[in-house]
């Protein structure tokens, strides 16, 4: 395989990087499942498991796989194939790139249908559904918890509804990447990035005002040491890891673009605190308005399309805000999913000589198609029913399975052992200019702790072994 080929685009400054890179970190992980985990975890001592597991593990395998990307200016497999040669390594560790673009194309396929339903519940919020559902329980004709579940039910055995919402998610991608790195991407994540904070403070001073603030924080925060589990440090690292949006190709093709001069250290470590800035406002936004209605904390679908939308309808001017809310649900996923798609369009563009529209078209429509695997997996059509050696119900299920519970961490695995243990010293010093002390903390994290850390929780995931 020729290597010699390469991407030309660039970011316009270290800021629209950074806002993009956020936005392809931040998504519903942060939504539904932080502040969730946090709360049932021990909170603060939580808090303290997590943050070292993004510094010491996140951190340095996001700053790998940036690296790979920035040094071998290229799409993600052959990135890696230019790296490992220029080290004298086979071309073959381009894999490396393969299964990060494969796992994002397969991750995006999912994620755009779980985004068509917030898309559908922007349009619920907004024509009053919620609240004519409370005003209906009032009167007594239906309990409100039936009505909310039977709207969440409608949705997902409704094909025509769901190829609905997800080829709006998927046109709306397409057009985005069509645009190409500066008027597509860079444009959307400068006002869709500031747009999503000021929603997210909106929704946080509302829920302040009319929910309870204290109970929320109170669960998040208070430091329960006892609750500290060696479940919880698996869970903080794997979260770790998704919410960083690591092994998905999306850093190596971020980092592609990246102009000279911009510290990747400095970058990914604003990219890790604003991903969890994110996280614990979502949570100061949703657990107030969870516990003012008397209802329990959850995480995942249940919390955004059930528990919710019940307190929405229940609260003063809770359509309005329910509103906004799954409007900012739309925009963090929407952000990721054009980080997601990027590398595959990039690579049409690259390897295979395509314009950037056919690219972005091309890569579209392969993403829809697959999606109806997820859509009718939802329905319970016959043909979705599989499992992957006894993991997972439907073809949603074992995607998901493969994807986030092999596919991720063992690339992360291969990076931090490729960046670690076959690239040249040199060159991973020469990129990512950090003094002396910082680059030796950071080599050893990669070349040490982040191997042994993600193998265990990947021994852990699969039932290798069981702490
Ligand atoms: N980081 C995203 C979130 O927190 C999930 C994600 C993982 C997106 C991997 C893309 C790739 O929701």
């Known amino acids: 395989m020729s290597t010699n080929t390469s991407v030309t685009g660039r970011w316009s400054s270290r800021f629209a990087y950074i806002l993009a890179a956020t936005g392809a970190a931040v998504g519903l992980g942060n939504i539904w499942k932080f502040p969730y985990i946090m709360g049932e975890n021990g909170g603060g001592a939580f808090v303290i498991v997590y943050l070292l597991c993004i510094l010491f593990i996140g951190i340095p395998v996001m700053m790998a796989e940036t690296f790979i990307g920035k040094r071998g200016r290229s799409t993600p497999a052959n990135a890696a194939a230019k790296v490992s040669q220029e080290s004298g390594h086979s ?13 994002g194309f397969l991750i995006l396929s999912f994620y755009v249908v779980i985004a068509g339903w917030a898309l559908a519940y922007v349009f619920y919020a907004g024509t009053g559904e919620f609240s004519t559902m409370a005003a209906a329980a009032v009167e007594g004709t239906t309990g409100h918890a039936d009505a909310v579940g039977a709207l969440f039910g409608g949705l997902l055995s409704d094909p025509f509804k769901l190829i609905l919402c997800t080829t709006v998610m998927v046109v709306a991608t397409v057009l985005v990447l069509g645009k190409g790195l500066n008027k597509g991407l860079e444009a959307a994540v400068t006002s869709l990035m500031p747009a999503l904070f000021i929603l997210l403070a909106i929704i946080m001073v509302y829920s302040a005002i009319e929910g309870h603030f204290g109970e929320a924080a109170a669960f998040m925060f208070a430091p329960d040491f006892s609750k500290l589990t060696v479940h919880s440090v698996l869970e903080a690292l794997g979260h770790a890891f998704f919410t960083l949006s690591l092994s998905s190709g999306i850093m190596m093709i971020y980092g592609a673009y990246l102009p000279e001069g911009v510290s990747i250290a400095r970058t990914s470590i604003w990219i890790a605190i604003c991903d969890t800035v994110v996280a614990l406002m979502a949570g100061l936004a949703i657990y107030p308005i969870v516990f003012a209605n008397g209802m329990e904390p959850s995480a ?13 309808g229940k609260m003063p001017m809770g359509d309005l805000f329910g509103t906004v809310f799954f409007v900012m649900i739309v925009f963090a996923a929407f952000t990721s999913a054009i980080a997601l798609l990027e590398s595959a369009t990039a690579y049409l563009v690259e390897r295979k000589g395509l314009n950037r529209w056919p690219a972005a078209i091309v890569s579209g429509v392969g993403i829809w198609l697959l999606s109806l695997g997820s859509i009718y997996s939802f329905t319970g059509a016959e043909w979705t029913k599989m499992s992957f050696f006894g993991h997972g119900e439907n073809f949603f299920d074992v995607l998901d399975y493969i994807t986030s519970k092999l596919m991720l961490p063992l690339a992360g695995l291969f990076t931090a052992i490729f960046v670690g243990w076959r690239v040249k010293r040199h060159i991973v010093e020469q990129e990512i200019q950090l003094n002396g002390g910082a680059f030796t903390a950071f080599f050893f994290c990669l070349k040490y702790v982040a191997p042994v850390a993600i193998t265990i929780v990947f021994a852990q995931l699969v039932g290798i072994i069981n702490l």
């Open 91 to 103: 071309t073959h560790w381009s894999l490396l790139g393969t299964s990060g673009v494969l796992a």
């Open 300 to 312: 995942g679908p249940g919390l955004l399309f059930q528990t919710l939308p019940i307190a929405f």
